[in-house]
């Protein structure tokens, strides 16, 4: 019963991550196969921290990072630093001032936009390991739940 009890809650977790893996994975193929160069300005570029909620000493840091940008004649705001909405956490504000390093408040930069999704503009034309990390989690979880609940 523990087994089957395990399988169910892991693997609807699993199910949930290969889901959303799976999907950001494709857009993220597409909107940088389809992405076009835009002028884009920066209007919000900060470290956000944000603190373990069981009280430990756990801070996670991550980019807060807002561009403003037009396609087909309309202006849109977007967020994404890579083409997908899958965000990286950091262990220090260092790493993330690192990666804001390129982005300050006010500065002009290139943001790439697809433009079947004017949506989702992004600043970085690079593909993100998060879509294939959610992936392979959601596909591992399943049996390592039904393995681990037999043990128990």
């Known amino acids: 019963m523990a087994q ?14 290969l889901y ?17 160069p835009v002028t884009a300005r920066i209007v919000r570029s900060e470290v956000h921290s944000s603190q ?3 009280d430990d000493d756990t801070v996670t840091h991550r980019a807060e990072l807002r ?19 899958i965000v990286q956490g950091h ?9 804001l390093r390129d982005y300050p408040l006010g500065a ?5 936009v697809d433009p ?8 970085k034309p690079q593909a993100s390991a998060g879509p294939m990390v ?6 591992l979880l399943p049996p390592l739940a039904w393995l681990v609940g037999g043990w128990l």
């Open 4 to 17: 089957w009890i395990a399988f169910l809650i892991f693997g609807g977790l699993g199910g949930m991550l």
């Open 20 to 36: 959303v893996g799976a999907t950001q994975w494709w857009l993220q193929r597409r909107l940088m196969r389809h992405a076009q």
């Open 52 to 54: 373990a909620r069981d």
């Open 67 to 85: 561009f403003r940008y037009q396609c087909q004649g309309r202006s849109y705001e977007s967020e994404l630093l890579h083409p997908t909405v």
């Open 91 to 99: 262990g220090s504000q260092a790493a993330v001032r690192e990666q």
């Open 108 to 112: 002009t930069v290139v943001a790439y």
């Open 116 to 123: 079947a999704h004017p949506d989702k503009g992004f600043l």
């Open 134 to 139: 959610f992936t392979v989690l959601g596909l």
